[in-house]
């Protein structure tokens, strides 16, 4: 059983980092190891997610240094790190009760940074969430109740970053405007002036493969990077679940 996960970047509704994999602290690990390697320099994002908690392990290990005290040699997570879970509670398919809980950094700052983007201030991950039925619905080894199954990990993967990529430069979303027309996401985050064709998107030259994805260094007995973490229960975002080879029944 793999599952699909992905992060997504308000207001432009870019998506910085996907991953597939089975539901594990390495899974984890390697979806916030790209989302690290696409932002800038010294950058420390805000992040609010649903209450699982494997990605809390994940953000404190990439996101900080080692520190030398004395004669230790300890890993310190990056104080600008801010980090707000969501605790959902259901009952018979019902939202009962919702909890919010900081993982890293205080209340007031997630609610600073959360109104200076437009928001209410409060953790929320309707965004991530609408990710799911987005995803379901454009790449269809991951439709409902499909025969377009995908046959390897590979291929899935390819068809979700064709998506990925089709969404960024070629879909218009209606609730991004410029001039009061729908753009791309793209063209929201300022990548590109215009939306572009699928020819254009097909044709866009990319740099030759150099043996693969790179690894993520946050493993055990990594000398370079921070220490493995014991894994915990969850994840940063809904997951779309797909068994290769196999028509996925809800």
């Not at 019902?94 to 209410?120: D, E, K, N, P, T």
């Amino acid at each position: 059983m793999h599952f699909l996960r992905g992060c997504t970047k308000t207001p432009t509704k870019l998506i910085p980092a996907l991953a597939l994999g089975a539901r594990t602290q390495q899974t984890a690990h390697t979806l916030v190891h790209r989302l690290q390697g696409v932002l800038a320099a010294g950058c420390t994002p805000v992040i609010t997610t649903d209450g699982l908690r494997l990605y809390y392990y994940a953000l404190t290990a990439h996101f900080g240094s080692w520190v030398t005290t004395g004669r230790r040699r300890c890993w310190q997570v990056d104080p600008r790190l801010v980090y707000g879970q969501l605790h959902k509670r259901y009952r018979r398919r019902r939202l009962v009760r919702i909890r919010y809980q900081m993982g890293c950094g205080s209340r007031r700052a997630l609610q600073v940074a959360l109104r200076a983007l437009g928001w209410s201030g409060r953790p929320q991950t309707a965004f991530v969430e609408r990710l799911n039925p987005a995803v379901r619905q454009s790449v269809a080894a991951l439709t409902r109740r499909t025969w377009a199954t995908a046959q390897t990990r590979a291929g899935l993967q390819h068809q979700v970053e064709w998506w990925r990529a089709y969404d960024h430069f070629v879909r218009p979303h209606q609730s991004l405007r410029q001039h009061t027309r729908a753009c791309t996401p793209a063209m929201a985050a300022g990548l590109t002036a215009r939306r572009w064709t699928v020819a254009e998107l097909l044709g866009y030259p990319c740099a030759p493969a150099t043996g693969g994805p790179p690894e993520c260094p946050c493993r055990q007995g990594h000398s370079g990077g921070p220490p493995e973490l014991s894994p915990g229960s969850g994840g940063i975002t809904r997951q779309t679940s797909v068994r290769p080879g196999i028509p996925y029944t809800p």
